[in-house]
């Protein structure tokens, strides 16, 4: 069974008089590696809060279709019980980091939910660890980088053990290094605990290489949903104006000129590889 | 012309966010300054219009030193546009958050009307004249930012991460205007972590880690030498990376745009197929 | 500034940060009730000295001088117009008297600086509100105040970008009388309360999607355990008590010109 199932779903703010999305009918499997991505107000934080119940318990509005994620129904489940299944990582780490020690930040979910001391001290120091952030535990988050911020953030969910995790731009205010090991953190979460990621992001040319399914919007709705390479090769995501990595970009206009290399790069490393083999023959 | 000349600034907390900077930029030059967060590169670009006073060394804009003028006079001169667009919309309407600051420099009426129908059209916003910022979108809501400065017409431009956030239309759009600006022969200042639309635009790239410059020069030459954006926690661009594991067949390794690296491999894969036949 | 820059904590591990924010906080209290209780010099310099030993077994001297110095301002504030005010009541005969009445005064309140920045230098805020929260104080109403303590500094630097943001927009504040000077905030005043709007809602979002609410017996990380050290401070506390409220009774306190009679011969 799919882990995220939606049908139809379509949904208008609180007094707004357009949709924000609109008939999104969409499968997402355990495992997967998700990336969202579509122009500026095209709806993808919207479909995101839709995953664990921000909408339509904490935004009110008008919500049609139906949503399920692991198995549950989101209309009839409250955030909180959501919440142990779905965690949210936001764009600002400053603004989901409320306590005055890392420790008690990660710790803060799991407060929330009753848990014992022992088990709550137990899956903290878990949580600290696999982001790398251990000893970073008895600090003051906003004293920290924004790098190790937002891993505070990634940490303070993965410490709920969710069986999904979705990331709203969780890198804007970082430098590409510390993109690219926030990335690499996530692929990592992905790959080694199987957690289903759904990452939102405008930069394909750092994330691309990472997932295994690329869902593009525009204007609330869903355009194109299926495998990375047949995706940003296509002519509609052209048109859509999404930045359609820079290799790719590269391989397009091999293949114009009648160079054809019959595998559509992602990253640095595939096109390198691939032009390598070219060469060598 | 802005010229610093080995800059220091310590804030009050203590932090020493500028560590000597000497540099020189020229009339109608696009600069990009790129670095690892907390290196300085806003502290840097905040003594340019006198929002910051060097602790010690100094900074003269068009030969006056920062020290001697006030905010609002350099103002006039260099138009600032903060990274976040929040942090300064406050009117009712679109129309009034552009002529803001044209009334503060004592525009006469006649002049502001004229100025604010110039901005709008310049970025696309007419339709929203009499819009409340409030109610626009994040990336609109950047472009009536960047319109309210523009609006004066500033000799020299200073944007503060532009790109955030931005889709790669807007994006595109942005470079388009900056070259219109330099068309015009305005100097454009960017700070930016947006690696590929810097490799887009191929500016002049000052590098910036820990308080000091550590690289200076074009963007086709700095953003392809590995070591040198190792120390400012920058990754080259896809093209210049491929082209850096090439560099066995004996391809020049400073390439960063699309066509002339399909260029270049064309002319390769060419060649060889001759030698084949 | 600088006195609330003396109150900020830092982590640092000593004896006296590991004590209990509730005793600690009887004993401030209990300091307050005792300095309040004498107006003489000396059980004032009594107090202050006894407190010294607590700075420096919790290593925080350094700070602790600096809010010192900051409350030096509002000291000599204090000690002014309490000499004034005196000296106008009682003329120039009495004048060592007086002396020694307004350096008593003054000292109460360096006493009751000093024992507030001992606590707020040695206890986390977030130890301050897990010890509200035992003492069955409303979880939403700890967790509030953890939370400004935390966003005070972020909307501090907040207002100063939104302040450059306008300036470098040609807003000028000291400019035109008092009515256009208050006009004049009002650019920086709408986008700080719209940015502080939009972040508190950011922060809602953010922790409903942690299971806010989701039960009302919320755990804790940490635990509040009185050990060996809080019961040592409460009894000392306790016996000190004790002792000024039987000595402000029963022991008649000497001036310190009556102690050293060279002063008063003059
Ligand atoms: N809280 C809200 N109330 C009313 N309308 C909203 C709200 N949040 C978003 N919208 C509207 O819904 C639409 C979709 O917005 P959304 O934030 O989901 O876009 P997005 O794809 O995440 O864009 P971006 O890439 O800029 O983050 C937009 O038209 C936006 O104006
Ligand atoms: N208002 C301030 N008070 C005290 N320290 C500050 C202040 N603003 C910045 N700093 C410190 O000065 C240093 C340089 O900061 P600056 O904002 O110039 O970096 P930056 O290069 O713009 O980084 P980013 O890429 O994250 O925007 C950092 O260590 C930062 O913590
Ligand atoms: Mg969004
Ligand atoms: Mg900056």
């Not at chain 2, 000052?206 to 190792?230: C, F, Q, W, Y």
């Not at chain 3, 830092?10 to 300095?35: E, G």
């Not at chain 3, 120039?92 to 307004?102: G, K, R, T």
Request: with cysteine; aromatic share 10%.
């Amino acid at each position: 069974m799919a882990i995220i199932e939606t049908e139809k779903l379509t949904y208008t703010y609180p007094g707004a008089e357009k949709t924000s999305i609109e008939n999104i009918s969409i499968k997402i499997e355990e495992g997967e590696f998700v990336l969202l991505t579509g122009p500026s107000g095209c709806g993808k934080t919207t479909l995101c809060r839709c995953f664990n119940g921000l909408i339509p318990h904490f935004y009110e509005g008008k919500l049609e279709g139906k949503i399920q994620v692991v198995g549950l129904d989101v209309v009839k489940h409250p955030i909180h019980e959501l919440a142990k299944h779905v965690g949210l990582v936001f764009q600002n780490p400053e603004n989901q980091l409320f306590a005055l020690s890392v420790e008690k930040d990660v710790a803060f979910g799991l407060e929330n939910l009753g848990i014992p001391r022992k088990e709550i001290r137990q899956r903290v120091d878990w949580a600290l660890k696999t982001t790398d952030i251990y000893h970073l535990r008895e600090r003051p988050p906003y004293e920290l980088s924004g790098g190790q911020q937002q891993r505070v953030a990634i940490a303070s969910v993965l410490a709920m053990q969710p069986e999904v995790m979705v990331l709203d731009e969780p890198t804007s205010f970082l430098d590409p290094l510390g993109a690219k090991r926030i990335f690499e953190d996530i692929h990592k979460l992905n790959k080694e605990l199987g957690i289903t990621i759904i990452l939102v992001e405008h930069r394909l040319d750092l994330t691309a290489k990472y997932a295994n399914r690329i869902i593009i919007m525009d204007n609330g709705k869903v355009i194109l949903n299926g495998k990375p390479r047949e995706i940003l090769d296509s002519e509609k995501a052209r048109l859509i104006g999404i930045g359609i990595p820079k290799v790719t970009r590269l391989y397009q206009f091999l293949n114009g000129k009648g160079m054809r290399l019959n595998y559509v790069p992602l990253s640095s490393e595939e096109m390198a590889k691939k032009l390598k083999e070219v060469f060598k023959q | 012309m802005i010229e610093v000349k080995n800059v220091h600034f310590t804030y009050p907390s203590g932090v020493e966010a500028l560590q000597g900077v000497s540099l020189k930029i020229r009339n109608g030059e696009f600069v990009a300054i790129m670095g690892q967060n907390g290196a300085g590169k806003t502290t840097l670009v905040k003594h340019f219009n006198g929002l910051l006073k060097p602790s010690k060394g100094n900074v003269l804009v068009d030969g006056m030193d920062t020290r001697d003028v006030s905010v609002a006079t350099l103002a006039r001169k260099v138009g600032f546009v903060f990274q976040n667009p929040d942090h300064q919309l406050f009117s009712e309407t679109v129309e009034e958050e552009i002529a803001f600051a044209l009334r503060n420099f004592g525009f006469k009426e006649n002049v502001i009307k004229r100025r604010v129908t110039w901005a709008l059209n310049l970025l696309g916003l007419t339709q929203y004249r009499k819009t409340s910022p409030f109610m626009l979108s994040g990336g609109e809501r950047k472009r009536v930012a960047l319109a309210s400065v523009l609006a004066w017409n500033p000799k020299i431009l200073i944007l503060d991460e532009p790109t955030i956030g931005q889709d790669y239309g807007q994006k595109e759009k942005l470079r388009q205007f900056i070259l219109q600006m330099k068309a015009q022969k305005k100097t454009v200042v960017i700070v930016t972590h947006d690696v590929e639309f810097v490799a887009e635009c191929n500016p002049r790239v000052v590098l910036m880690s820990n308080g000091k410059i550590v690289a200076d020069g074009e963007a086709r030459k700095i953003l392809t030498s590995p070591e040198i954006l190792e120390k400012a926690a920058i990754i080259p661009p896809e093209i210049s990376r491929v082209f850096l594991e090439l560099s066995e067949f004996g391809f020049p390794t400073n390439v960063i745009d699309v066509y002339e690296a399909g260029e270049i491999i064309l002319d390769f894969w060419e060649a060889k197929n001759r030698e084949h036949v | 500034m600088s006195m609330f820059e003396g109150l900020k904590f830092r982590k640092v591990s000593s004896p006296i940060h590991d004590l209990d924010p509730r005793v600690k906080f009887f004993y401030v209290i209990a300091m307050f009730a005792v300095a309040v209780m004498y107006m003489e010099l000396l059980p004032l310099i009594v107090l202050f000295l006894i407190q010294v030993p607590l700075v420096t077994m919790a290593k925080v001297t350094k700070q602790w001088i600096k809010s010192m110095r900051g409350a030096a301002f509002f000291a000599s504030i204090i000690f002014f117009t309490n000499f004034i005010f005196s000296y106008l009541y009682q003329g120039q005969q009495a004048l060592p008297s007086i002396l020694e009445y307004s350096m008593a005064m003054t000292l109460r309140f360096i006493v009751l600086v000093e024992s507030f920045s001992i606590f707020f230098l040695t206890t986390s805020p977030d130890h301050l509100g897990l010890a509200l929260e035992k003492s069955h104080v409303p979880y939403e109403f700890c967790f509030a105040f953890t939370t400004a303590v935390r966003f005070v500094p972020v909307l501090a630097e907040e207002a100063q970008t939104i302040m450059d943001a306008q300036k470098a927009r040609g807003l000028e504040l000291e400019k035109g009388n008092i009515l256009k000077r208050v006009r004049n905030y009002i650019p920086i005043l709408i986008p700080l309360i719209v940015n502080a709007i939009r972040r508190s809602l950011e922060l809602a979002e953010a922790m409903e999607s942690r299971a806010w609410g989701a039960t009302k017996n919320r755990t804790n990380l940490y635990e509040l355990k009185l050990r060996r050290g809080d019961y040592i401070l409460a009894l000392l506390t306790v016996v000190m008590l004790v002792l000024a409220v039987y000595a402000r009774w029963h022991i008649p306190i000497p001036r310190i010109m009556e102690i050293f009679p060279w002063k008063a011969s003059r």
